[in-house]
């Protein structure tokens, strides 16, 4: 390959990585606008961006767990996990916040999702099955 077919790679590599880096950057704004903080990690899953701040209940210092019941249906909470996503297209804007819950092996999770035109939020609680 020659130096100029090599400097139009570069260039070519370099416009898809500024235009990641400001997906990145929306993507970080649209969840700090959600949910007024800004997330913790930035995650690719399934080709679609998802940025993501969790709470572990675990982590917290005692005087933050005595403050607070951490159980859902007597169940104690693991994980409360905060989500926006990209869907990919401007799309309708949910009034409301929809509730679901599903059971997993040793887990069951309760989630609110909201849709925010080309994104969804989501906030996920993990609780353990006791």
Known sequence: MGA??????MVIRTKSAVKEEE???VLIEKFEEIFG???DVLVWSDGVLNAVYRVCVDDLDDRE???FDWTVEGKSVIEVAF???EVGRDGKYDQDWKFSRAKGEGVDFYRWMKRFGGYIALVEITTAKN
């Open 4 to 9: 100029l077919e090599l400097a139009k790679q």
């Open 65 to 67: 767990l005595e403050e």
């Open 83 to 85: 989500r926006v996503k």
């Open 23 to 25: 997906r990145k950057q």
């Open 37 to 39: 903080f800004k997330p």
